[in-house]
């Protein structure tokens, strides 16, 4: 009967063994795949926020081209301000590039 008490404690602190290796297991599986997923996460943000800031990019570039061309034939910086929204200082400081 002893015996039997002693494989039954033995088969118990196996199980009990073989749960926190398991658990083990689980969470560096977890944590790897939590940061498999924020790096996915954090690159689709980066794509995301990089193409909204280089189509800010472009069209200051294009507005900047237009107060340009618009200052080159003449046009009056009244209306350069009311087309574009910029202040008059920016478009004189675009005049003087020229």
Request: charged share 40%; proline share 1%.
């Amino acid at each position: 009967m002893r015996w039997k008490v002693e494989i039954d404690h033995q088969k118990h602190l196996a199980r009990e063994e073989g749960l926190a290796e398991g658990r083990a297991e689980g969470r560096a599986e977890g944590l790897a795949e939590g940061r498999a997923e924020g790096r996915a996460e954090g690159r689709a943000e980066g794509r995301v926020e990089g193409r909204v800031e280089g189509r800010a990019e472009g069209e200051q570039q294009g507005k900047f081209e237009m107060v340009k061309n618009l200052l080159y034939v003449g046009t009056p910086i009244e209306f350069i301000k009311k087309a574009t929204g910029w202040s008059e200082e920016k478009i004189l400081e675009i005049s003087k590039v020229n």
